[in-house]
């Protein structure tokens, strides 16, 4: 297993330095740069403009700038942001803590309420129940994240019952430790669910279908056969089979989440890496944008890392030794 993980590390490396390197140069390829904006300015003096060009070493061929900012990461630093004029690594940082919470919350709600919904409509098949999982499952699926987002804070501003945007409220520094817990899930609460509705109609109905598709094995009947209890049927021999598809996709799950994030983030002010991402390829701030992207495709490899490895855990079948 620690050979696996070895290798697979060693194989994200070069994959990584492509990204970054298809980003660097799809920004620059597109027309202007940052430092267009400040000759617009007039109290922007030429000076100041070429003193910026050697500063951010833009006045240096562009292989020469790409290969300069790699080996400032293994340095443990990703350059400067033009726009905010500091570090990008400290701007990421808070950033990133905030879009993997969302995303987390998101992650967790989707899978404790398909998970168990699947198997329920799996189990009530062409039953009244199963036909209204299936009914809701498919409005929510009809309905962007971004859409039902803007219903939530619509349906926010007419009762006051959540926060319209933001992750805290003005008073946080001031509350309890769990009054400040309370606010936080009050400002997760839009922007999660509306992130998790249709991600949950969709994983519903991957697990529904596994689940009937286990079912209708012959060991399955074989082991009410033997007049084994039905809870352990279904949650001890026919979950384990069932679940194991959708381990997979684990990983695709939860960067697909990242991204699908960045939208409602903007919609609902939550100060992610998304809303951050959009003002640094508007600003052209090269930099940061190539960061975001790093740091977005290491969430995504390790992601399917650990889906590979959950798959492994879960299933004895599987091995990667070989």
């Not at 319209?164 to 936080?184: A, H, I, K, N, W």
Request: with cysteine.
């Amino acid at each position: 297993m620690l050979k696996f993980i070895v290798q697979r590390v060693l194989v994200s490396v070069p994959m990584l330095l492509g990204i970054t390197f298809l980003t660097f140069f799809l920004m620059r390829l597109t027309p202007g740069s940052y430092l267009d904006t400040m000759r617009l300015d007039p109290q922007v003096s030429q000076e100041t403009i070429e003193r910026y060009q050697k500063l951010y070493q833009l006045d240096k061929p562009l292989i020469e700038q790409y290969f300069s900012w790699v080996k400032n990461i293994f340095r443990g630093e990703l350059g400067h942001s033009f726009h905010y004029n500091v570090p990008v690594a400290h701007l990421i940082s808070g950033r990133m803590l905030n879009t993997f919470v969302l995303s987390l919350a998101a992650f967790l709600v989707t899978w404790l309420i398909a998970i168990p919904l699947g198997i329920w409509a799996a189990v009530h098949r062409d039953r009244w129940q199963d036909k209204w999982v299936q009914f809701f499952s498919y409005v929510f699926l009809s309905f962007p994240s971004f859409f039902l987002a803007m219903i939530f804070l619509f349906w926010a501003s007419r009762t006051g019952g959540l926060p319209l945007g933001g992750m805290r409220s003005l008073t946080f520094e001031e509350l309890s430790l769990p009054s400040q817990v309370l606010d936080l899930f009050k400002h997760l609460a839009i922007p999660t669910v509306a992130l998790s509705l249709g991600s949950i109609g969709a994983l519903q109905k991957i697990m529904r279908g596994n689940m009937l598709e286990v079912l209708g094995q012959q060991y399955i009947l074989a082991a009410r056969a033997k007049g084994l209890p039905e809870n352990r049927v279904l949650y001890v021999h026919a979950l384990r089979n069932a679940i194991n598809p959708l381990i997979t996709l684990l990983g695709y799950e939860f960067s697909s989440l990242l991204s699908g994030a960045a939208l409602i983030e903007i919609i609902c002010s939550w100060p992610g890496l998304g809303s951050l991402m959009l003002k640094a390829v508007m600003a052209k701030d090269i930099y940061l944008v190539m960061a975001s992207m790093l740091m977005g495709s290491v969430m995504f490899i390790g992601g399917n890392l650990l889906a590979d490895l959950a798959l492994a855990k879960a299933d004895p079948r599987i091995r990667y030794d070989k």
